[in-house]
């Protein structure tokens, strides 16, 4: 994911209340029982979107 402050930045001044996004479960939990959202990018996805008071919808 190569999405960075500028890009949700625009997404929030345009008026986008929520976005929806779906998480390839096979890049998260490589390994059985271990979960890792920071190398997918969608920890950092999560928090800019918090930054600007976006909605996150997972699917």
Same mark, same amino acid.
């Not at 890009?7 to 059985?32: C, F, Y």
């Given at each position: 994911? *190569?999405?960075?402050?500028k *890009?949700?930045? !625009?997404?929030?001044n345009?008026g986008?209340k =929520?976005?929806r +996004?779906d998480? #390839? =479960?096979?890049?998260?939990? %490589?390994?059985? $029982?271990k979960? *890792? &959202? /920071?190398k %997918? $990018? @969608? *920890?950092?996805?999560?928090? !800019? !979107?918090?930054k &600007?008071? +976006?909605? #996150?919808? /997972? @699917?």
């Amino acid at each position: 994911m *190569d999405i960075n402050e500028k *890009d949700i930045k !625009l997404i929030a001044n345009s008026g986008v209340k =929520w976005v929806r +996004i779906d998480i #390839l =479960w096979s890049k998260v939990e %490589t390994k059985k $029982g271990k979960y *890792d &959202f /920071t190398k %997918t $990018g @969608y *920890d950092k996805l999560n928090n !800019l !979107l918090k930054k &600007f008071n +976006i909605i #996150l919808i /997972t @699917y």
